[in-house]
């Protein structure tokens, strides 16, 4: 079934440890997305791309990086973990139809940094 | 720089009655507008969006109508019931960036 999905659904570190979050899509869409979100709040936009080797920093200052590599695959990397990266990440690839774009949203990762 | 203002921050209604959410933005040139709902706990999912060629659309229980000259843009819930207790969040195409920027978010609480 043509969907995106995030891996994992749930995640408890220590701090200074090295994270990736993963982020795959089968509905090949070329641009893809990385929000953060506190439960019930605002959607801050990280990351970017427009397609494979394209990658744009978002509006919210962030220390993960990302990569696109492949069209289906995006993930989200901290190379050191703190609690202030404690929220939730949400993924989303979009479908351009006329000049509207559609985002579809993954079931996002909870991280939580001890 | 692109920017979405969405209002209220929060809605309480009664279980029945209608329900508004606004939303302005600033760029003139923004030409699709669409709106996200997001249950607790669940992924945000497209509900109803409006091209900037039409005025008013609707979908069943829900509509939205876009005032360009204004730049602003509304959801309109009629017959509110709990099921329609979430969070919603408008968005505008801005054409120049080629991207869509969110509002802050509306918690809506439908109360029996």
């Known amino acids: 079934e043509a969907d995106i999905y995030q891996t994992p659904r749930y995640l408890v570190i220590g701090t200074g440890k090295k994270i990736t979050l993963e982020c795959s899509q089968t509905?090949?869409?070329?641009?893809m997305y990385w929000y953060q979100q506190d439960p019930g709040m605002e959607l801050h936009l990280i990351h970017y791309s427009y397609g494979v080797n394209s990658t744009e920093k978002g509006d919210l200052s962030s220390e993960s990086t990302v990569s696109r590599i492949r069209t289906e695959h995006f993930p989200l990397t901290l190379e050191s973990a703190r609690p202030s990266h404690t929220s939730q990440y949400l993924c989303?690839?979009?479908?351009?139809?006329?000049?509207?774009?559609?985002?579809?949203f993954g079931s996002g990762t909870q991280l939580s940094v001890l | 720089g692109e920017n979405v203002e969405q209002h209220p921050s929060t809605l309480s209604v009664q279980e029945g009655d209608s329900a508004v959410i606004k939303c302005t933005y600033s760029d003139s040139a923004s030409n699709y507008f669409p709106w996200y709902k997001q249950e607790l706990g669940k992924r945000p999912q497209l509900i109803i969006d409006?091209?900037?060629?039409?005025g008013e659309k609707k979908d069943q229980r829900i509509a939205v109508t876009l005032n360009k000259t204004a730049k602003h843009f509304s959801l309109h819930i009629t017959e509110t019931q709990p099921e329609d207790s979430a969070v919603y969040f408008c968005a505008a195409t801005f054409t120049g960036f080629q991207k869509l920027v969110f509002g802050t978010g509306t918690r809506l609480l439908v109360s029996p």
């Open positions: 409006i091209r900037s060629n039409v």
């Open positions: 509905m090949g869409h070329d641009k």
């Open positions: 989303a690839s979009s479908r351009m139809y006329r000049a509207e774009e559609k985002l579809f």
